[in-house]
């Protein structure tokens, strides 16, 4: 069974940068065909798919947040982290990793069920 586990500051600065790690358990992120995403959920709004790292190390953003976002990964450790750079209060969400990918990678359109395995997401406040 594969788990999947977030981790990082509950609390960041306006203008700071957002750093988040996704601990994988049970399946490497190596393994072929994953895709391992970071999704994000403010109050009151639906799901915002972010970026994703392919299993061979190629990564995809969302044209909305593509200039602020970049995800890298530490095979050594199976881990993927997401950076989010010059956060607002807008960015004030729980975020999520999970494994999979929306169902339109160019414009980010996608659902709960587009992913097959999350963690218990971790809530991010942008604040001074």
């Known amino acids: 069974q594969v788990q999947l586990q977030e981790s990082g500051p509950g609390l960041v600065r306006p203008s700071q940068t957002l750093s988040l790690t996704c601990t994988v358990s049970g399946g490497s992120i190596l393994h072929n065909v994953h895709y391992w995403s970071w999704i994000r959920q403010a109050p009151g709004k639906g799901l915002e798919w972010m970026g994703a790292i392919y299993y061979s190390g190629s990564t995809y953003y969302s044209p909305s947040l593509k200039s602020r976002t970049s995800i890298s990964r530490d095979t050594s450790k199976n881990q993927f982290t997401l950076q989010l750079s010059s956060v607002t209060p807008e960015d004030t969400a729980m975020y999520y990793c999970?494994?999979?990918?929306?169902?339109?990678?160019?414009?980010?359109?996608?659902?709960?069920?587009?992913?097959?395995?999350w963690g218990q997401g971790t809530q991010v406040t942008v604040s001074s």
């Open positions: 999970a494994r999979g990918r929306p169902r339109n990678m160019a414009t980010g359109e996608t659902t709960r069920s587009d992913f097959t395995y």
